[in-house]
């Protein structure tokens, strides 16, 4: 076998789905590896022991986007609606605190331009706290598209081209990675689901009142409807 040349640091890339499917599979599991890598910093010996309050994280955050979508809801979605209750009704007991980084994807991250098993630097901080870092990986296992998915239009993504490797073999990867056990990520799914479907609604709000730059993301009614009902069919699992 021909010995790979190593190479330092490259400027990087955001994201992208370039390369060849053996890339490709590189390129997402160091996502994996670097997500579990910021989930296991002592945030404590780093001095961000203040920067959350982990305890109840989980509640506080359905609390949170529920108010999101009283806000901005423009008519009744009931499937919303139960997915809150059941949301709200079922928290898990959380099993670890870490830092959380909010919105962990492949777009917020930069990889080595010569390495694509390589990420040099996590971007945009915004909604990093400490609380369960099963909420990142729920966020991520939405966004991670497989071939035959219909896809999220907001973020179109692209790991369903060949050579990424299926949501089981990401989760797989983070498990052994962080050393966790996730046979249960029903309740974290639904409310990632959840959370993406109040963002799209903010979004379509702000767009139609002119807010978002003279950017146009078209009806997204359907897909807040269609998150709601994948969120309760999770929630049937659980």
């Keep these: 076998m021909r010995e790979r040349r190593r190479r330092g640091p490259g400027p990087g890339r955001r994201?992208?789905?370039?390369?060849?499917?053996?890339e490709r599979r590189a390129m997402a599991f160091a996502l994996a590896d670097t997500m579990a890598a910021l989930h296991a910093v002592?945030?404590?010996?780093?001095?961000?022991?203040?920067?959350?309050?982990?305890?109840?994280?989980?509640?506080?955050?359905?609390?949170?986007?529920?108010?999101?979508?009283?806000?901005?809801?423009?008519?009744?979605v009931p499937e919303m609606e139960e997915l809150a209750r059941r949301l709200a009704a079922g928290v898990p007991e959380q099993q670890r605190a870490t830092i959380v980084h909010g919105d962990f994807r492949a777009d917020n991250v930069i990889y080595d331009a010569g390495d694509?098993?390589?990420?040099?630097?996590?971007?945009?901080?915004?909604?990093?706290?400490?609380?369960?870092?099963?909420?990142?990986?729920?966020?991520?296992?939405?966004?991670?598209?497989e071939a035959g998915d219909d896809g999220i239009s907001l973020i179109?993504?692209?790991?369903?081209?060949?050579?990424?490797?299926?949501?089981?073999?990401m989760l797989d990867r983070y498990a052994i990675t962080a050393g966790v056990d996730l046979a249960d990520m029903t309740w974290y799914l639904a409310f990632a689901r959840f959370k993406f479907a109040v963002i799209a609604q903010?979004?379509?709000?702000?767009?139609?009142?002119?807010?978002?730059?003279?950017?146009?993301?078209?009806?997204?009614d359907d897909l807040v409807l269609r998150l709601g009902a994948e969120g309760l069919d999770h929630l049937k699992e659980h």
């Design 156 to 169: 179109p993504g692209v790991s369903h081209l060949p050579g990424f490797p299926t949501r089981a073999e």
């Design 202 to 220: 903010g979004v379509s709000v702000r767009s139609r009142a002119g807010a978002m730059g003279g950017q146009d993301f078209g009806d997204l």
């Design 42 to 76: 002592d945030y404590a010996a780093v001095g961000l022991g203040d920067y959350g309050r982990p305890e109840g994280f989980m509640a506080r955050q359905v609390r949170r986007w529920s108010g999101q979508w009283d806000k901005s809801r423009t008519h009744e």
């Design 116 to 145: 694509p098993g390589r990420i040099n630097a996590v971007l945009d901080w915004e909604l990093s706290t400490l609380g369960d870092p099963l909420s990142d990986v729920a966020l991520l296992m939405l966004y991670w598209r």
């Design 15 to 22: 994201g992208g789905g370039g390369g060849t499917p053996g």
